[in-house]
């Protein structure tokens, strides 16, 4: 998984989204919490091995 941390671009094993991932500690199998920065959309749980790092945000523009 990323570090350091930030915002990436995933295939969250259903389609692909911009959103931030935190390890959940001592899980197993390992597994990670995808959290979006928009607050109606809730967060949610995929095993490590769902996951596919497309790449990093480093940009953002949004109205107004």
Do not use: Q, T
Request: zero cysteines.
């Amino acid at each position: 998984m990323p570090v350091p941390p930030g915002i990436f671009v995933i295939w969250d094993g259903m389609g692909l989204v911009a959103k931030r991932i935190e390890h959940v500690p001592h899980s197993e199998p390992p597994r990670v919490v995808l959290k979006s920065l928009n607050p109606e959309y809730d967060s949610y749980e995929r095993s490590v091995e769902e996951v596919r790092v497309v790449g990093r945000a480093v940009w953002v523009s949004r109205k107004l």
